[in-house]
């Protein structure tokens, strides 16, 4: 027998829900097409890197997060002249070029053109034409050892150093408990008159 105090259900079943769901059944298929895609793209470049463009390394924005680094959009004009490198010359050479980005810190500007002239001595440049080969390429017995890098000069976060010392005796003899007790006694001292004229 049912139990006729209990409220009577009211499920709503006529919502048409079927319609605003959302499968992802082709994800590993997804998954495999990327794949495949990544290594037609490594084909068609190469031997130029799979990873594209060389990035510099800049800080987040806003004071929170602003000791963080991470890969900017491009080089500015200024990082380019400092390591000797042509806006025009970068572009072909595999350089990204941001415009509108400028350089507000010195430590940066010196990250980045130190980053551009060690990617300067690891390149190795072919000819657009072979038979015209021009005096920036490289010579053929290095454009016969470049191999294709999947990624390369990966923008690093620096580790943390965490400095150790050891406690010196002065600093064991103090009861620093103690200090603080007395430290706020002062301050309850000192408010106190501010207190009791609040409270009336």
């Known amino acids: 027998m049912p139990n006729y105090k209990l409220t009577l259900p009211n499920v709503h079943f006529h919502k048409d829900w079927k319609t605003r769901v959302k499968t992802?059944?082709?994800?590993?298929?997804?998954?495999?097409r990327r794949k495949q895609n990544r290594i037609k793209k490594a084909i068609k470049v190469a031997p130029r890197p799979a990873s594209g463009s060389l990035r510099?390394?800049?800080?987040?924005?806003t004071q929170r997060y602003n000791m963080r680094i991470k890969s900017g959009r491009g080089f500015t004009h200024r990082e380019l002249k400092m390591a000797g490198i042509s806006r025009h010359q970068a572009m072909g050479i595999g350089i990204a070029v941001d415009k509108r980005r400028k350089n507000r810190s010195a430590q940066t500007l010196k990250e980045n053109v130190e980053r551009l002239r060690e990617y300067k001595e690891k390149l190795i440049l072919f000819p657009r034409r072979r038979k015209n080969p021009n005096k920036q390429d490289s010579k053929r017995e290095l454009q016969k050892q470049a191999t294709q890098v999947k990624t390369y000069m990966k923008v690093?976060?620096?580790?943390r150093?965490?400095?150790?010392?050891?406690?010196?005796?002065?600093?064991r003899e103090r009861d620093l408990a103690k200090e603080r007790r007395d430290k706020i006694q002062k301050t309850k001292e000192?408010?106190?008159k501010i207190r009791?004229?609040?409270?009336?």
């Open 156 to 159: 690093r976060y620096p580790e």
């Open 24 to 32: 992802w059944f082709d994800q590993p298929a997804r998954k495999t």
């Open 196 to 200: 009791q004229g609040k409270k009336k």
């Open 56 to 61: 510099p390394i800049v800080h987040c924005q």
């Open 161 to 171: 150093v965490i400095e150790t010392r050891v406690i010196p005796q002065e600093l």
């Open 190 to 192: 000192r408010l106190i």
